[in-house]
T-cell receptor
Framework: NAGVTQTPKFRILKIGQSMTLQCTQD?????MYWYRQDPGMGLKLIYY???????DKGEVPNGYNVSRSTTEDFPLRLELAAPSQTSVYFC??????????????FGNGTRLTVT | RKEVEQDPGPFNVPEGATVAFNCTYS??????FFWYRQDCRKEPKLLMS?????NEDGRFTAQLNRASQYISLLIRDSKLSDSATYLC???????????WGAGTKLIIKP
């Protein structure tokens, strides 16, 4: 199993450009997440999805959009890139598990620089 | 008060020593917790799950104290390779809700 795969690994954008960060998982997980992590800081939730066709905002959704047309894929869209969006982006997935839930599996991350 | 709090460190520890750090959480309804380790510029990786009173895996022991609302991570016989940031996570009211601490940085010195 490949687990959670993110592409690209690195990207440099100019202010105002747009791009899509791709995320796919092959574990048939219902839950998927997008986080950003700024240098020296913790993870901040951007968007999450509990299943195909269902998405919801996290802590820091402004400037981003997501879609979840299939169980496997959860792309993150930046429409008008801003320097404040320079960060490392992690996609993750998990299954509902039992009552106590199951842990997250992370992709390798996408390092985005907006200049 | 943050929902999940960790001492950011860094903890500077000599190789071979035992080190412990705590993580406090505010939601008394949280049922499960996780410790992740994150190496510099890498993704977080699951270290341990804590569902009841605690868990042990080799040199690593996690304990949960529900009365005081904290979980601890103990690392025995520390290795240079244990140097990383350790992230504490509490599950929220729903299975998909995860509340992350900002992490504790650990540096093991030879």
């Amino acid at each position: 199993n490949a687990g959670v795969t993110q592409t690209p690994k690195f990207r440099i954008l100019k202010i105002g450009q747009s791009m899509t960060l791709q995320c796919t998982q092959d574990m048939n997980h219902n839950y998927m997440y997008w986080y950003r992590q700024d240098p020296g800081m913790g993870l901040k939730l951007i968007y999450y999805s509990v299943g195909a066709g269902i998405t919801d905002k996290g802590e820091v959704p402004n400037g981003y959009n997501v879609s979840r047309s299939t169980t496997e894929d959860f792309p993150l869209r930046l429409e008008l890139a801003a320097p404040s969006q320079t960060s490392v982006y992690f996609c993750a997935s998990s299954s509902p598990g039992d009552r106590e839930g199951s842990p997250l599996h992370f992709g390798n991350g996408t390092r985005l620089t907006v200049t | 008060r943050k929902e999940v709090e960790q001492d950011p460190g860094p903890f500077n520890v000599p190789e071979g020593a035992t080190v412990a750090f705590n993580c406090t959480y505010s939601n008394s309804a949280s049922q499960s917790f996780f410790w992740y380790r994150q190496d510099c510029r890498k993704e977080p990786k699951l270290l341990m799950s804590v569902y009841s009173s605690g868990n042990e895996d080799g040199r690593f022991t996690a304990q949960l104290n529900r009365a005081s609302q904290y979980i601890s991570l103990l690392i025995r016989d520390s290795k240079l390779s244990d140097s990383a940031t350790y992230l504490c996570v509490a599950r929220g009211d729903s299975n998909y809700q995860l509340i992350w601490g900002a992490g504790t940085k650990l540096i093991i010195k030879p």
